[in-house]
């Protein structure tokens, strides 16, 4: 290391001695001496790599792709980029393009590889060499097509038809299915239904063409957007045929035998029209019956049948053979099991508390709604001038002590039952009358609509006073089978026992 400072020390004792030795003499000459120095300025060094990074071409790739990247070097420069991919599960890289200038773009041909997985970089390469790898992205190279089949739908094609269609991709997954329709022997080709799933069952409308015939073709695509198309279905005829069915509303809850009335027409004429039921929310649809002509019209005998929710419609069968449903009308309720008496109660007018006397209130509750010229003829609710008859029990064989009350009409009935009050309210073996008034009501229930008759009692008109009674008791309500709910089914003769707790009634 000391050789060559050693050697810079010896030239420079060389050229002393030159100076020295050839020193100028004195002249009467002049002259001039130009001293020239030369400097030279190395660049530093480049020791950052560039960057690089790589535009992901999309989860699924089909066919030639672009691969983009971007690179940048402040220092030496980009030198160039290089595109490179292997297939999942190998380990070779393969150069897809080198690029020395931007834009660092190439074309990919997928065709050329097959389908699958397969990662992608990037690698950028600057003036100085040195280099820079993106992490790899992963794509899935799809470039074969689905599979996809139609069933043919059946001719003639009228109304709303259905179709069905399946398709299959084992490669980057079914994207959906359309079903196309075309004048037959052209390729004027129309989208009639589609979905996304397989198989898939679409309704058709048949009226937005024209009548003729017509091909029909199922169209498939996957995600990587590769699309292909099943064997044409060909000549279906489509009828130009408009047909409308509608169930008229039973109303909300059904009991005994019920009308159903359907509303049907066809432009190709009506073969049938067939009214169903089913449980609501099953597909169980069973003929109530099948009617060649108008009225379309029969009754359905719901008491064979249990208590519950039931779902009905209505099928039209025109002359081409062609369906068409009513709308559903869902969750109509079956009760057969017989109204009954649901609750007795009586309250205190302005008189004396615990004595029957005038301005007391009896109020008849019912499960549900019945038919009010079953309670009495003629009836509709409106106020209607009635008898209040209080009897010992004595007469009716339940003892002195458990006295009855009934309400009358003069010349007709009222089949309201009888209460037995269990106490005694009135002398034994007595009977005392008063004139009251009569009047119904609809309430709401748990269970639906219910019927309240209430009777409030006037004056006395026939017999003693009655006693105060202390302390209270239930009472109970015998109904009669006379009175029937609005589809004439008899109400049940259960007694009925006064609700809530014991309290001072009349």
Do not use: K
């Amino acid at each position: 290391m000391l050789q060559r400072p050693l050697a810079a020390l010896a030239v420079l004792g060389v050229l002393v001695v030159a100076v020295t030795t050839h020193a100028p003499q004195e002249s009467s000459a002049a002259f001039t001496a130009t001293t020239t120095t030369t400097a030279s300025v190395a660049a530093a060094a480049d020791w950052t790599p560039p960057t690089v990074a790589l535009t992901h071409p999309g989860a699924t790739v089909t066919g030639t792709v672009a691969l983009t990247a971007t690179a940048a070097d402040a220092e030496s420069g980009i030198a160039h980029v290089t595109l490179e991919r292997r297939a999942v599960g190998t380990t070779a890289w393969t150069t897809v393009c080198t690029r020395t200038a931007a834009p660092y773009t190439c074309s990919w041909d997928t065709t050329t590889h097959a389908d699958g997985s397969h990662d992608l970089r990037a690698r950028a390469v600057d003036g100085a060499g040195l280099a820079t790898t993106t992490e790899p992205v992963r794509t899935v190279v799809d470039n074969e097509a689905p599979e996809v089949a139609l069933t043919d739908p059946g001719s003639p094609l009228t109304g709303t038809f259905t179709v069905t269609a399946t398709a299959h991709d084992t490669g980057s997954g079914l994207a959906g299915i359309r079903v196309q329709a075309a004048p037959s022997g052209t390729a004027t080709w129309t989208d009639m239904c589609g979905g996304t799933t397989s198989p898939l069952t679409c309704a058709a409308d048949a009226t937005t063409l024209p009548a003729g015939s017509y091909d029909l073709r199922a169209v498939a695509v996957d995600a990587a957007g590769n699309t292909n198309t099943s064997a044409v279905v060909l000549d279906r005829q489509v009828v130009a045929n408009v047909s409308t069915i509608t169930l008229q509303d039973p109303g909300p809850t059904l009991r005994g035998t019920v009308n159903l009335v359907a509303d049907a027409s066809s432009t190709a004429g009506v073969t049938s029209v067939t009214l169903q039921v089913a449980p609501t929310g099953s597909s169980t649809w069973t003929d109530v019956c099948t009617l060649p002509r108008a009225p379309y019209q029969c009754d359905l005998d719901t008491r064979v049948v249990p208590d519950g929710t039931y779902d009905l419609r209505a099928v039209l069968l025109d002359a081409t053979g062609t369906r068409t449903t009513s709308p559903t009308r869902s969750g109509v309720r079956v009760v057969n099991t017989p109204l009954q008496a649901h609750d007795i109660q009586a309250v205190n007018g302005p008189g004396v508390a615990g004595q029957v006397d005038a301005g007391d209130v009896i109020t008849f509750t019912y499960s549900g709604v019945v038919d009010l010229a079953t309670v009495t003829p003629g009836w509709n609710g409106q106020p209607l001038a009635v008898t209040t008859r209080l009897r010992s029990g004595g007469l009716v064989g339940n003892g002195n002590s458990n006295d009855v009350l009934d309400v009358q009409r003069a010349g007709s009935v009222v089949h309201l039952g009888s209460v037995d009050l269990n106490q005694n309210y009135i002398n034994p073996h007595s009977t005392a009358t008063f004139a009251a008034t009569m009047t119904a009501a609809t309430a709401p229930g748990p269970e639906g609509d219910r019927t309240v008759i209430t009777v409030v009692l006037g004056a006395r008109t026939s017999g003693p006073a009655g006693r105060v009674v202390n302390p209270a008791a239930t009472m109970v309500w015998t109904p009669s089978a006379s009175v029937t709910d609005v589809f004439g089914l008899p109400v049940s003769p259960t007694p009925a026992t006064e609700l809530g707790p014991v309290d001072t009634d009349f």
